[in-house]
């Protein structure tokens, strides 16, 4: 292991499950809601199985070359660049695909000979066939919550992946990992742990995205710099999640009767 060790609370079984599939070369899906802490969890993994980590936030204009590569056009002519997959495959580096449904289908298509036992990148431009290199490993990031209601993954492509579920963490766990990464108190920490969890309560009000652990963090970050606390959740919190004023004014309330 190299490095600073990125900071990671484990809340069940996932560090062991996320080794053994490392070691035995099983692609891996991190399923939960945005902010819970998949990426974190991913870096401190690669990290602890010694390999580098390669990311890339999918988005709906993703391509297969965007991933794979493409022929660069030189003063002296082409020149092939491998894009960031191909890089991990010849590396042997563990490869993170955030949010990857929100690539096209097309893109998605060019993962699956890398995740069963041909572990393999074919790459039709130049013709060639990469062989993973040992530790390659791929990794990819869904949220279910956001995603039914958009888009969803091919089962021919979830089927591929070991699953490992992310939530928000236990109360008492968030609090921890707000007051080691907001530089908090215990009691500001506490405090807005409860707050979290009443404000994800409007989920049912028709809030769209709950307050996650990430904002409590930006939170706890502002009050340390010395923002009023209640400010701090204003913007750090309420602004952040609606626009819809008797949500904001709902979720305002909350931030008064948690900070009287
Ligand atoms: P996601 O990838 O699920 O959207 P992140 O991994 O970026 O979320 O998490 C957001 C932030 O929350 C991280 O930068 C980290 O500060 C914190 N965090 C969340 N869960 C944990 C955890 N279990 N251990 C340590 N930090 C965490």
Redesign the pocket.
Known sequence: MTGTEP?????GDEIGIFEQCHRRNMAVM?K??????????VEHMAWRVGRSLVTVSCHDDLSASDLVGRFLIRHDGTQWQDGPLTRAVREGAICYL?EVVEARQDTVVVLHPLTDYRRILPIDKTGETIEAAPGFQLVI?YNPGYQRMLKDLKPSTRQRFVSLD?DF?PAE?EAR?IQ??GEADHATAQALVSLGHRLRALQDRGLAEVP???LL?SAARLIASGIPVRQACYSALVSPLSDDASLVGAMRDLVDATFV
Do not use: H, Q, V
């Not at 900071?7 to 809340?11: A, E, F, G, R, V």
């Open positions: 900071y990671y609370l484990p809340s991190l939960g809601p945005t902010g819970c802490g998949k990426t974190r969890f955030d990031s992310f963490p766990r990992i080691k990464e996650s652990t990430r963090i």
